[in-house]
Protein backbone atom coordinates (compact mmCIF):
# COMPACT_ATOMS: atom_id res chain seq x y z
CA UNK A 1 0.00 0.00 0.00
CA UNK A 2 1.42 3.28 -0.99
CA UNK A 3 1.73 6.71 -0.40
CA UNK A 4 -1.13 7.07 -3.16
CA UNK A 5 -3.97 6.00 -1.48
CA UNK A 6 -3.08 8.19 1.52
CA UNK A 7 -2.60 5.10 4.18
CA UNK A 8 -0.05 3.09 5.36
CA UNK A 9 -0.05 -0.13 6.89
CA UNK A 10 3.08 -0.70 8.78
CA UNK A 11 4.09 -4.04 10.24
CA UNK A 12 5.35 -3.71 13.23
CA UNK A 13 8.73 -5.22 13.75
CA UNK A 14 10.76 -3.18 16.32
CA UNK A 15 14.08 -5.30 16.37
CA UNK A 16 15.16 -3.02 12.98
CA UNK A 17 14.98 0.10 15.51
CA UNK A 18 17.14 -0.96 18.33
CA UNK A 19 19.74 1.36 18.26
CA UNK A 20 23.19 -1.40 18.40
CA UNK A 21 20.72 -2.87 15.57
CA UNK A 22 20.42 0.35 13.57
CA UNK A 23 24.15 1.08 13.67
CA UNK A 24 25.00 -2.67 12.74
CA UNK A 25 22.56 -2.24 9.78
CA UNK A 26 24.28 0.85 8.62
CA UNK A 27 28.06 -0.97 8.77
CA UNK A 28 26.07 -3.88 6.59
CA UNK A 29 24.38 -1.23 4.29
CA UNK A 30 27.54 0.61 3.55
CA UNK A 31 29.11 -2.12 2.45
CA UNK A 32 31.73 -2.30 5.05
CA UNK A 33 32.10 -5.78 5.57
CA UNK A 34 31.72 -6.94 2.03
CA UNK A 35 29.83 -9.45 -0.27
CA UNK A 36 27.52 -10.99 3.09
CA UNK A 37 27.36 -14.69 3.81
CA UNK A 38 26.43 -15.29 7.24
CA UNK A 39 24.23 -13.98 10.01
CA UNK A 40 23.73 -15.67 13.43
CA UNK A 41 20.99 -14.27 16.09
CA UNK A 42 21.24 -15.36 19.71
CA UNK A 43 18.57 -14.62 22.12
CA UNK A 44 19.55 -15.79 25.86
CA UNK A 45 16.48 -14.67 27.96
CA UNK A 46 13.98 -15.38 30.36
CA UNK A 47 10.72 -17.44 29.93
CA UNK A 48 7.82 -15.70 28.46
CA UNK A 49 5.51 -13.86 31.11
CA UNK A 50 2.00 -14.67 31.57
CA UNK A 51 -0.21 -12.73 29.24
CA UNK A 52 -3.94 -12.06 28.85
CA UNK A 53 -6.28 -15.53 29.31
CA UNK A 54 -2.59 -17.55 28.98
CA UNK A 55 -3.13 -17.01 25.35
CA UNK A 56 0.66 -17.42 25.01
CA UNK A 57 0.93 -20.67 26.56
CA UNK A 58 -0.35 -22.75 23.34
CA UNK A 59 0.40 -22.89 19.54
CA UNK A 60 -2.86 -22.96 18.27
CA UNK A 61 -3.37 -19.35 19.58
CA UNK A 62 0.36 -18.08 18.31
CA UNK A 63 1.62 -20.43 15.78
CA UNK A 64 4.06 -21.40 18.31
CA UNK A 65 7.17 -20.23 19.84
CA UNK A 66 9.59 -19.60 16.06
CA UNK A 67 6.46 -17.72 14.89
CA UNK A 68 4.95 -15.36 17.74
CA UNK A 69 8.10 -14.63 18.91
CA UNK A 70 10.65 -15.31 16.12
CA UNK A 71 8.99 -13.38 13.30
CA UNK A 72 10.94 -10.45 14.80
CA UNK A 73 14.40 -12.56 14.32
CA UNK A 74 13.55 -13.60 11.08
CA UNK A 75 12.46 -10.33 9.20
CA UNK A 76 15.67 -8.69 10.67
CA UNK A 77 17.57 -11.32 9.12
CA UNK A 78 15.84 -10.47 6.05
CA UNK A 79 16.33 -6.67 6.54
CA UNK A 80 20.39 -7.95 6.89
CA UNK A 81 20.18 -9.35 4.06
CA UNK A 82 18.61 -6.51 2.32
CA UNK A 83 15.07 -8.38 1.43
CA UNK A 84 16.52 -11.87 0.66
CA UNK A 85 13.86 -14.81 0.81
CA UNK A 86 14.39 -17.70 2.69
CA UNK A 87 14.72 -20.78 0.86
CA UNK A 88 14.74 -24.16 2.88
CA UNK A 89 14.62 -24.36 6.81
CA UNK A 90 16.14 -26.98 9.19
CA UNK A 91 15.04 -26.74 13.06
CA UNK A 92 15.49 -28.30 15.66
CA UNK A 93 14.00 -27.53 19.01
CA UNK A 94 11.80 -28.68 21.78
CA UNK A 95 10.20 -27.95 25.05
CA UNK A 96 12.91 -29.04 27.71
CA UNK A 97 12.62 -26.41 30.95
CA UNK A 98 9.90 -24.37 31.17
CA UNK A 99 6.15 -24.44 31.57
CA UNK A 100 5.97 -28.39 32.30
CA UNK A 101 3.92 -29.49 34.95
CA UNK A 102 1.88 -26.03 34.74
CA UNK A 103 -2.23 -26.52 33.80
CA UNK A 104 -4.84 -23.88 32.71
CA UNK A 105 -8.22 -23.63 32.12
CA UNK A 106 -9.07 -23.06 28.68
CA UNK A 107 -13.08 -23.12 27.87
CA UNK A 108 -13.65 -24.95 30.51
CA UNK A 109 -11.25 -27.97 29.58
CA UNK A 110 -7.88 -28.20 31.62
CA UNK A 111 -4.76 -27.72 29.27
CA UNK A 112 -1.02 -27.94 29.34
CA UNK A 113 1.35 -25.29 27.27
CA UNK A 114 3.20 -26.72 24.51
CA UNK A 115 5.18 -23.86 23.01
CA UNK A 116 9.07 -24.59 22.86
CA UNK A 117 11.66 -22.99 24.68
CA UNK A 118 15.11 -23.77 22.83
CA UNK A 119 16.10 -24.15 19.26
CA UNK A 120 18.49 -23.88 16.53
CA UNK A 121 17.39 -23.06 13.73
CA UNK A 122 19.19 -22.93 10.40
CA UNK A 123 17.82 -21.25 7.06
CA UNK A 124 19.30 -21.06 3.64
CA UNK A 125 18.57 -17.61 1.75
CA UNK A 126 18.30 -17.20 -2.30
CA UNK A 127 21.32 -14.83 -2.47
CA UNK A 128 23.32 -17.98 -1.27
CA UNK A 129 23.72 -16.92 2.49
CA UNK A 130 23.06 -18.56 5.12
CA UNK A 131 20.94 -17.56 9.08
CA UNK A 132 21.20 -19.20 11.86
CA UNK A 133 18.92 -18.81 15.38
CA UNK A 134 19.89 -19.53 18.57
CA UNK A 135 17.43 -19.57 21.64
CA UNK A 136 16.99 -20.09 24.97
CA UNK A 137 14.40 -18.95 27.01
CA UNK A 138 15.75 -20.57 30.14
CA UNK A 139 19.07 -18.97 30.00
CA UNK A 140 19.46 -15.98 31.91
CA UNK A 141 17.75 -13.17 33.75
CA UNK A 142 17.83 -10.96 31.03
CA UNK A 143 16.92 -10.34 27.58
CA UNK A 144 20.13 -10.86 26.09
CA UNK A 145 20.47 -10.49 22.38
CA UNK A 146 23.61 -10.79 19.95
CA UNK A 147 23.49 -10.40 16.33
CA UNK A 148 27.01 -11.36 13.76
CA UNK A 149 26.76 -10.49 10.50
CA UNK A 150 29.66 -12.01 8.35
CA UNK A 151 30.77 -10.32 4.74
CA UNK A 152 33.58 -11.28 2.22
CA UNK A 153 36.04 -8.80 4.42
CA UNK A 154 34.95 -8.26 7.76
CA UNK A 155 32.51 -8.77 10.38
CA UNK A 156 29.93 -6.38 12.59
CA UNK A 157 28.52 -7.66 16.01
CA UNK A 158 25.61 -5.96 17.70
CA UNK A 159 25.12 -7.15 21.54
CA UNK A 160 21.90 -5.49 23.52
CA UNK A 161 21.39 -4.67 26.42
CA UNK A 162 25.00 -3.31 26.44
CA UNK A 163 24.03 -1.77 22.91
CA UNK A 164 27.89 -2.39 22.10
CA UNK A 165 28.61 -2.66 18.45
CA UNK A 166 32.34 -4.32 17.42
CA UNK A 167 33.60 -4.31 14.05
CA UNK A 168 36.76 -6.41 13.17
CA UNK A 169 38.40 -6.43 9.98
CA UNK A 170 40.30 -9.87 9.41
CA UNK A 171 43.95 -9.31 7.45
CA UNK A 172 45.15 -11.84 4.57
CA UNK A 173 46.02 -15.00 6.40
CA UNK A 174 49.17 -16.72 6.21
CA UNK A 175 49.15 -20.74 4.62
CA UNK A 176 51.35 -21.23 7.34
CA UNK A 177 51.99 -19.14 9.95
CA UNK A 178 48.44 -17.80 12.16
CA UNK A 179 47.99 -14.38 13.14
CA UNK A 180 50.62 -12.79 15.20
CA UNK A 181 49.34 -11.77 19.19
CA UNK A 182 47.07 -8.99 19.27
CA UNK A 183 46.44 -8.78 15.78
CA UNK A 184 42.57 -9.20 16.24
CA UNK A 185 42.76 -6.32 18.81
CA UNK A 186 44.80 -4.32 15.93
CA UNK A 187 42.03 -4.36 13.81
CA UNK A 188 38.88 -4.58 15.43
CA UNK A 189 36.66 -1.53 17.05
CA UNK A 190 34.24 -0.74 19.33
CA UNK A 191 31.45 1.76 19.91
CA UNK A 192 28.65 2.17 22.51
CA UNK A 193 24.87 3.20 21.03
CA UNK A 194 23.61 5.82 23.39
CA UNK A 195 20.10 5.09 24.57
CA UNK A 196 18.45 8.04 26.83
CA UNK A 197 17.69 6.90 29.81
CA UNK A 198 13.93 7.56 29.88
CA UNK A 199 13.24 5.14 26.76
CA UNK A 200 15.53 2.92 28.96
CA UNK A 201 12.80 3.14 32.30
CA UNK A 202 10.31 2.87 29.61
CA UNK A 203 10.44 -0.55 28.53
CA UNK A 204 12.64 -3.36 26.78
CA UNK A 205 14.71 -3.28 23.70
CA UNK A 206 16.59 -0.16 24.16
CA UNK A 207 13.72 2.54 22.73
CA UNK A 208 12.76 0.50 19.57
CA UNK A 209 9.30 1.16 20.02
CA UNK A 210 9.18 4.41 20.50
CA UNK A 211 12.30 5.06 16.94
CA UNK A 212 9.70 2.79 15.00
CA UNK A 213 6.88 4.82 16.24
CA UNK A 214 8.76 7.91 15.02
CA UNK A 215 9.07 6.16 12.05
CA UNK A 216 5.57 5.33 11.49
CA UNK A 217 4.36 9.13 12.51
CA UNK A 218 6.95 10.29 10.25
CA UNK A 219 5.99 8.35 7.01
CA UNK A 220 2.11 9.37 7.63
CA UNK A 221 2.90 12.76 8.13
CA UNK A 222 4.97 12.94 5.18
CA UNK A 223 3.29 10.87 2.63
CA UNK A 224 6.20 8.33 2.65
CA UNK A 225 6.00 4.56 2.31
CA UNK A 226 5.83 1.96 4.69
CA UNK A 227 9.62 0.89 6.01
CA UNK A 228 8.47 -2.73 7.08
CA UNK A 229 5.78 -4.17 4.22
CA UNK A 230 3.07 -6.51 4.63
CA UNK A 231 5.21 -8.46 2.18
CA UNK A 232 7.51 -8.34 5.37
CA UNK A 233 5.22 -9.53 7.67
CA UNK A 234 4.46 -12.65 5.71
CA UNK A 235 7.90 -13.61 4.75
CA UNK A 236 8.48 -13.60 8.73
CA UNK A 237 5.54 -15.60 9.61
CA UNK A 238 6.04 -17.96 7.02
CA UNK A 239 10.01 -18.47 7.87
CA UNK A 240 8.65 -19.24 11.57
CA UNK A 241 5.62 -21.57 10.55
CA UNK A 242 8.43 -23.74 8.32
CA UNK A 243 10.60 -23.78 11.85
CA UNK A 244 7.79 -25.02 13.60
CA UNK A 245 7.01 -27.67 11.16
CA UNK A 246 10.97 -28.80 11.00
CA UNK A 247 10.69 -29.67 14.05
CA UNK A 248 7.45 -31.03 14.67
CA UNK A 249 8.37 -33.29 11.49
CA UNK A 250 12.26 -33.48 11.88
CA UNK A 251 13.43 -32.85 8.35
CA UNK A 252 14.20 -30.06 6.12
CA UNK A 253 11.43 -27.67 5.13
CA UNK A 254 11.16 -25.96 1.87
CA UNK A 255 9.64 -22.25 1.70
CA UNK A 256 7.82 -23.19 -1.60
CA UNK A 257 5.71 -25.71 0.87
CA UNK A 258 4.94 -22.76 3.30
CA UNK A 259 3.91 -20.16 0.85
CA UNK A 260 1.51 -22.75 -1.30
CA UNK A 261 0.26 -23.17 2.03
CA UNK A 262 -0.14 -19.85 2.55
CA UNK A 263 -1.31 -18.65 -1.14
CA UNK A 264 -3.83 -21.68 -1.02
CA UNK A 265 -2.61 -23.66 -3.66
CA UNK A 266 -1.27 -26.31 -1.01
CA UNK A 267 -2.34 -29.35 0.70
CA UNK A 268 -4.51 -27.57 3.41
CA UNK A 269 -3.25 -29.91 5.98
CA UNK A 270 0.33 -29.42 5.56
CA UNK A 271 1.78 -27.92 9.14
CA UNK A 272 -1.55 -27.22 10.32
CA UNK A 273 -2.71 -30.19 12.08
CA UNK A 274 -1.40 -31.26 15.81
CA UNK A 275 -0.53 -29.95 18.89
CA UNK A 276 1.97 -30.48 21.34
CA UNK A 277 5.64 -28.87 21.46
CA UNK A 278 6.42 -27.14 18.43
CA UNK A 279 3.18 -28.46 16.43
CA UNK A 280 2.83 -26.10 13.50
CA UNK A 281 -0.49 -24.87 13.89
CA UNK A 282 -2.47 -23.40 11.30
CA UNK A 283 -2.60 -20.11 13.23
CA UNK A 284 0.08 -18.21 12.21
CA UNK A 285 0.01 -19.26 8.28
CA UNK A 286 -3.79 -18.44 8.81
CA UNK A 287 -2.91 -15.14 9.74
CA UNK A 288 -0.28 -14.45 7.10
CA UNK A 289 -2.50 -15.81 4.54
CA UNK A 290 -5.52 -12.78 5.83
CA UNK A 291 -2.79 -10.57 5.29
CA UNK A 292 -2.24 -11.51 1.83
CA UNK A 293 -5.95 -11.57 0.89
CA UNK A 294 -5.29 -8.17 2.13
CA UNK A 295 -2.71 -7.22 -0.38
CA UNK A 296 -5.15 -7.89 -3.28
CA UNK A 297 -7.85 -5.89 -1.96
CA UNK A 298 -8.18 -1.97 -1.67
CA UNK A 299 -6.57 0.02 1.11
CA UNK A 300 -6.63 -0.48 4.31
CA UNK A 301 -6.90 1.52 7.57
CA UNK A 302 -3.40 2.66 8.83
CA UNK A 303 -1.75 0.44 11.70
CA UNK A 304 0.92 -0.10 13.51
Known sequence: MGPETG?????????RYMPPIARLLEHVDNGEIGKLHMVHIREHRFPFLLKVGNWNRFS?????????????????????????KAVRVYATGGMDVNHIGETYEVNGVKKRPDIIDNA?????????????????????????????VVGSKGKVHAEA????????MPQ???????????QYE????????????????AGHHEGATFYELEAFVNAVQSGGSAVVTIEDGIEAVAMGVAAELSIKEKRVVDMQEVMALIDGTGPA??????SGPASASATGSEAAEEHAAKRHKGPVPSKL
Open 186 to 201: QHTTSENTEVPQALLE
Open 7 to 15: RIFWVGMEY
Open 120 to 148: FVSIDFDNGARGCLDLCMFAEDRQHEEVH
Open 60 to 84: ENTGGTLVEKCCHFWDLMRRILQGA
Open 269 to 274: SAGAAG
Open 172 to 182: PASSRVPPAKG
Open 161 to 168: PACVVTMH
